[in-house]
């Protein structure tokens, strides 16, 4: 909770030095208290706000409606080496809090409030909150993913759907088609053949699937209502995995000059015979790029994400500094948000483009035929 | 910072998730997209060559039409020519000809004139002869008679003899 509030007040002196000279010109002299203050005896936490929205959760909140909680319940799947599998909504937590209070167990299992698991499913073993042995629910972040699988599969079928039948002498597609065809074009030639190089056919599925499925998740992240709206590029497990993926394709593929330059490269002996200094920095280096990969997407996509969710908030953060700043700062906060989603669109290329670009290089530099 | 751990679930559904996008799009979506933009790619690129192909044939086409219109014209010409040689040849050997022809011809005739002159020559002289004789026959036979007699003898026997002959 600590940290949290940390965070919260770097993001609130961080926005307020946007609005400084607002609140000096219209704020009242007995409203001026610290901003540590005001946050502890303000309902508003910022910090699980934005922490709620870039996390994952066992459900999928879209609103409130009123006194109305309208929410996605989703199934929970945890094997528990003490009670075995567990499989039921999530909706029987809310259910059973609102009955029994916060931490209210539903076969054995509660989620956490606060503490190192905070939001996530815990069991009680030996008088001790741990995590479950296997948690594989459908959470928002599972959720989303499948849904924006789902779709990538179904546009890029849908595309690939026109040209069944035709010939290669019939004329280009037109409208969605033809622009996808343009968009797929240009990454395949412009990006895995400039990098990969000869026989880049056999990446390229992989390359363009990579590429798609990364834009067009950070696309999704950028729609605010339900479809859209889960922080899925910006969640280290999902590039972990597109990293992974990367990380066996590049030395899965490699060729024998690739492991040399690594084992046995060419600098001068001393700097490899006794003490394998070059070679531990090269078997290194193999797992510093992918793990640059994760980390890139992941900061990357957080961030934007971070950025906007402060943005938005700043409007509810002004609301008790009087009707004049409060308005005065909506216009200030949606235009930055704008603003923000703006480069946010361009930030959702440019990271799908960095991501499959350097994955090329990776693949074309583990199999250059040396230096013959 | 939960941020920073990958969850085991999420990671589980990703690599479930992506491995099956993978499967379905790497095999059926893109291949296929960039295989028939490929395809096209070069029909387009045969195209353009066979076209350029064709203009280059069609300029030789049009190349060797002009050198073969040029040569039937360069033909035209010399049979022109040749006629016109063979014609005046032909007409001179034909007017030589002809002179020879009429020479020949004239000389003939001179000939055939010579040859019915000598004989109406030969005929007259025995004619001459003839009538010497029969007027000398007559003359003798009115030798007798006077002379005035004799001569209007001679005179009628003349006439006679013309009249005869005539």
């Known amino acids: 909770m600590n940290r949290l509030k940390q965070t919260y007040s770097i993001l609130l002196l961080t926005t307020l030095f946007f609005f400084a000279p607002f609140n000096t010109l219209y704020a009242q002299p007995q409203q001026e208290v610290t901003v540590e203050a005001e946050a502890q005896e303000d309902d508003l936490d910022l910090g699980a706000i934005i922490f709620g929205h870039l996390g994952d959760s066992y459900e999928w909140h879209i609103t409130d409606i009123g006194e109305t909680r309208l929410a996605i319940p989703l199934p929970v799947i945890v094997y528990s080496s003490q009670s075995g599998w567990h499989c039921f909504l999530s909706s029987r937590f809310e259910e059973a809090e609102e009955e029994h209070g916060e931490g209210a167990e539903v076969e054995g299992l509660m989620i956490a409030h606060g503490g190192d698991h905070n939001g996530k499913i815990v069991e009680m073993v030996d008088g001790e909150l741990r995590r479950p042995a296997l948690d594989i629910s459908i959470t928002r972040n599972v959720l989303s993913l499948f849904i924006n699988v789902a779709l990538l599969i179904a546009i890029i079928l849908g595309v690939a759907r026109w040209y069944r039948g035709k010939k290669p002498e019939d004329a280009a597609p037109k409208g969605f088609v033809g622009l996808m065809e343009m968009f797929i074009m240009s990454v395949e030639n412009d990006i895995i053949r400039a990098c990969v190089g000869k026989d880049y056919k056999r990446y390229s599925p992989y390359l363009l699937t990579a590429f798609f499925f990364i834009f067009f998740s950070n696309l999704m992240g950028l729609v605010p209502i339900f479809p859209g709206g889960a922080n899925l590029t910006g969640n280290i497990a999902i590039t972990m995995v597109l990293a992974l993926m990367t990380f066996l394709i590049v030395n899965f593929g490699a060729n024998k000059h690739y492991w040399k330059d690594i084992l046995w490269p060419d600098v001068p002996t001393w700097l490899k015979c006794p003490v394998p200094l070059m070679p531990v920095i090269e078997l290194f280096g193999i797992f510093t790029k992918p793990f640059a990969l994760m980390v890139r997407l992941f900061a990357n996509i957080l961030a934007g994400h971070s950025i906007i969710l402060s943005l938005v908030c700043i409007i509810f953060v002004t609301a008790k500094f009087g009707a004049a700043v409060c308005g005065g700062m909506t216009v200030v906060s949606v235009l930055l948000s704008l603003f923000m989603n703006m480069l946010e669109l361009l930030v959702a290329y440019i990271q799908a483009y960095v991501f499959t670009m350097l994955s090329s290089v990776f693949i074309g530099m583990s199999r250059e035929g040396g230096h013959e | 910072?939960?941020?920073?751990?990958?969850?085991?679930?999420?990671?589980?559904?990703?690599?479930?998730?992506?491995?099956?996008?993978?499967?379905?799009?790497?095999?059926?979506?893109?291949?296929?997209?960039?295989?028939?933009?490929?395809?096209?790619?070069?029909?387009?690129?045969?195209?353009?060559?066979?076209?350029?192909?064709?203009?280059?044939?069609?300029?030789?086409?049009?190349?060797?039409?002009?050198?073969?219109?040029?040569?039937?014209?360069?033909?035209?010409?010399?049979?022109?020519?040749?006629?016109?040689?063979?014609?005046?040849?032909?007409?001179?050997?034909?007017?030589?000809?002809?002179?020879?022809?009429?020479?020949?011809?004239?000389?003939?005739?001179?000939?055939?004139?010579?040859?019915?002159?000598?004989?109406?020559?030969?005929?007259?002289?025995?004619?001459?002869?003839?009538?010497?004789?029969?007027i000398a026959e007559k003359i003798l036979r009115e030798k007798i008679n006077t002379d005035s007699a004799q001569m209007s003898l001679i005179d009628r026997m003349i006439d006679e003899v013309e009249s005869s002959k005539s």
């Open chain 2, 1 to 134: 910072m939960s941020l920073l751990i990958p969850e085991t679930g999420l990671v589980f559904w990703m690599l479930v998730a992506f491995l099956i996008l993978l499967f379905i799009v790497g095999k059926f979506g893109f291949p296929t997209i960039v295989t028939m933009v490929d395809k096209r790619k070069n029909f387009i690129d045969e195209s353009l060559q066979a076209a350029k192909e064709a203009n280059e044939r069609l300029a030789g086409i049009k190349e060797e039409g002009e050198r073969l219109l040029q040569q039937a014209r360069d033909e035209h010409a010399s049979i022109l020519k040749d006629a016109e040689a063979s014609r005046q040849r032909i007409v001179s050997e034909a007017r030589e000809e002809a002179r020879a022809e009429g020479a020949r011809m004239i000389e003939d005739a001179k000939q055939q004139i010579q040859t019915e002159k000598e004989a109406m020559m030969s005929d007259l002289r025995r004619q001459v002869a003839d009538l010497s004789v029969a």
